[in-house]
């Protein structure tokens, strides 16, 4: 679960204001929906770069801040989130390849919402035609001596062979544009930071359709069998599909 005690009281780089933030004791990353490019629908926790906006205008980044102290409580304001409007704004001034990287992956997760919300009505369509059919197969044939005995009617459990598909991703130009220079800027990382960001530098990859170049970012990332993300992923990378997909932890 999520612990919060006090606050940190944290100083911006770029002139020196301070600003209070939660001072979490643990923090629970649980959510609604998870999603193959790093969103997580419905988080408990943010769900973002750590990128904020100074007041003085500068953009910085939540692990750039210097740490002053901690209180129980303070009257200092806090660092808003970036908008989504303001990403390109971001990006385009970005005093660093880190807040251009935080600002982009940002931009990629938000430029992939429009077909997320295409992808859930595709599928709950499905599904609801998938139920309909298994119902009508199985109807409600118990007696009133059954419901009397409280037998319970057939319950819906969908079937193993369902069918499974999912609306065609089309990137627009901008989403394009954005991929290829994020892409650029993983795979030019190395150590700790290209380790870290192996995963997404494989989705990219694939969202963009380069199958050959996400399989081989794969292949450096340290198989987990536990890491159900990095299983999803290399699934698709296998079956040649670009889509951003939803998927259970």
Sequence with gaps: MTMVRGVSILAAPCCGAQ????????MNFSAFEFWTDGWRDGSL???DEGLRRCQCGQFVLLKNLVE?????DSPLPSLGHVSAEQLPECIASATSEEVELAARLEYWRHLNHSYRER?????DAEEAATKAKWLAAHPDNRSWWDKLLKRKPPSYIRPADSPFTYPQFEPTPAQQQNMERLSTILASRDGES???HAIPLAELYREQGRFEE???AMDAVEQREDDVTARVIARLIKERNAAPTRYRM
């Design 119 to 123: 992808y859930r009505q595709h599928r």
């Design 214 to 216: 996400a399989q081989r």
């Design 194 to 196: 290209l380790h870290w």
């Design 19 to 26: 600003y209070a933030l939660p001072n979490y004791m643990s």
């Design 68 to 72: 002053v102290g901690v209180a129980d």
């Design 45 to 47: 926790m943010p769900n």
